[in-house]
């Protein structure tokens, strides 16, 4: 064992880096904290949509993995197929005029399974921090439109432009203001204009 006392200029080095070192260790704690922090308060369509992590769920659910967006045109999709049969006829009938248009639809989501459903409104509990603020972006299963086959949503950015320009003219309609890529059918909209939109899906009578 060592019992050499400690030099009068050891024992100064030690006092001056021993806080140093401290100090280091509480900044590289500080950053990642913060970093996490980030990740986990960072609201992403990705987890809305499904393509975030799908644990047990799969694409015969309706999940949709991040890069991997099918085209309306898509009837090897589960997502697409599944949709309501006059709901894809106007989406098709909308992508290809926007295609003259140079530009493309991608469905983000389209039909989901229940267990889907289930899983995404888990994960926006666990996002949004509470079961009231998720119930602004994720229906309950037992009354999702994606569910039935009714809901799609669509990207990217400049084909929801496109929709919000030309949609109505298909019967394609905004269900909620705060979800621009979120699209309905409503037939009467090709003679009267959309209906205005919920301002979010809590004002939707249909989910309650
Ligand atoms: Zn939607």
């Known amino acids: 064992m060592n019992t050499t006392p400690m030099s009068p200029a050891a024992r100064r080095r030690r006092r001056i880096l021993l806080p140093l070192v401290f100090l280091a260790l509480a900044v590289i704690a500080a950053f990642a904290v913060q970093q996490s922090l980030a990740v986990a308060s960072a609201p992403s369509s990705a987890s809305i949509s499904g ?25 090897a999709s589960p997502a697409v197929e599944g949709l309501r049969p006059d709901l894809l006829a106007a989406l098709r009938s909308a992508a290809t005029d926007a295609r003259a248009d140079g530009v493309e639809f991608w469905v983000n989501s389209g039909w989901r399974s229940q ?85 979010d899906p809590t004002e939707d009578p249909r989910l309650q």
């Open 51 to 75: 393509a975030g992590a799908l644990g047990e769920v799969t694409e015969a659910d309706g999940a949709i993995r991040d890069g991997g967006q099918p085209s309306v045109f898509d009837d």
């Open 115 to 199: 267990a889907l459903q289930a899983q995404l409104l888990r994960e926006a509990v666990v996002t949004y921090g509470s079961e009231e603020e998720a119930a602004r972006w994720v229906a309950k299963p037992e009354t999702s439109s994606h569910v039935t086959g009714e809901a799609v949503d669509i990207g990217p950015l400049r084909a929801l432009d496109w929709l919000a320009q030309h949609g109505a003219n298909y019967g394609l309609c905004q269900t909620y203001s705060n979800e621009s890529w979120h699209y309905e059918l409503r037939p009467e909209a090709i003679e009267a204009g959309c209906p205005q939109s919920y301002a």
